[in-house]
């Protein structure tokens, strides 16, 4: 690790944190540090490196907050894998991890029929009480958790099972079901995370999180698909492309 630091300039007016900070981060861009390589702990970097232990410690700090390291209660600090960004478009989640090689996985925490709450079926738009597919899953990249993804769908989808969503995507299995998924509304917002949800995406207490609830249209007008879906703020982002008219 120590020939990392070997630029490190003491007379420069450059804070030494920021240099060590920078040179790990050009270490992990290049690849030099791969996904789940382990640093040593700051009193071992900082005896190595001649510097005070409150200086690696703000300059792992900076990597911490950047998301390109994490902090593991009795595993230490570890580099992550690179920050997610994903195209607002209408796609699925596992599709976009899948095409960027990022190996996603899901655990299927949800599955059951339920009857439509009002707010469920003013989404929907169907009766208050009518039988709705109730979805909950856990999304992995990289082997770490990404999203929590939560979905409703009308009861005529009502037959999707667990394997089916955890070899796929949601969109993928409705359209080997016939549905022709033709637009979404969705909403993109921010919030501190629920105790639960922190738990399940390994942050701390309520770390802020993205969400987006997103309701689908099929190709007659349809609505098939009613989601909430909350996503790890220090992994995840989206991308969205402005044009000109």
Known sequence: MTDL???LDRSSP????????????????????????????????ADQLG???PTMRRAIQE?????????????GTQV?????????????????????????????????????????SSQLEVAVGRPVLHLRRLRWANGEPLAILENYLPEELT?????????????????????HIKVAKQRIGARSGL???CQLLTERRGSPLLTMDRTTHDDTGQVVEWGHHVYRASQYSFEVTLVDH
Do not use: W
């Open 80 to 120: 992550v894998h690179g920050k997610v960004t994903r195209p607002v478009e209408l796609t699925s989640l596992f599709d976009d991890l899948s095409r960027h090689h990022q190996a996603p996985r899901t655990d299927v925490l949800c599955n059951e029929l339920i009857p439509a709450s009002e707010l469920v």
């Open 51 to 53: 510097l005070s232990r």
């Open 63 to 75: 990597l911490v907050d950047k998301g390109l390291l994490v902090r593991k209660r009795g595993v």
């Open 5 to 7: 630091f070997v630029d």
């Open 195 to 197: 105790p639960e949800e």
């Open 14 to 45: 450059i804070p030494l944190y920021f240099q060590a900070a920078r040179q790990i981060e050009e270490a992990i861009s290049s690849g030099q540090l791969g996904p789940g390589t382990r640093l040593d702990n700051e009193i071992s970097l």
């Open 159 to 179: 037959d999707i099972g667990n394997a089916d969503l955890q070899d796929r995507g949601l969109y993928q299995v409705m359209r080997s079901r016939g549905v």
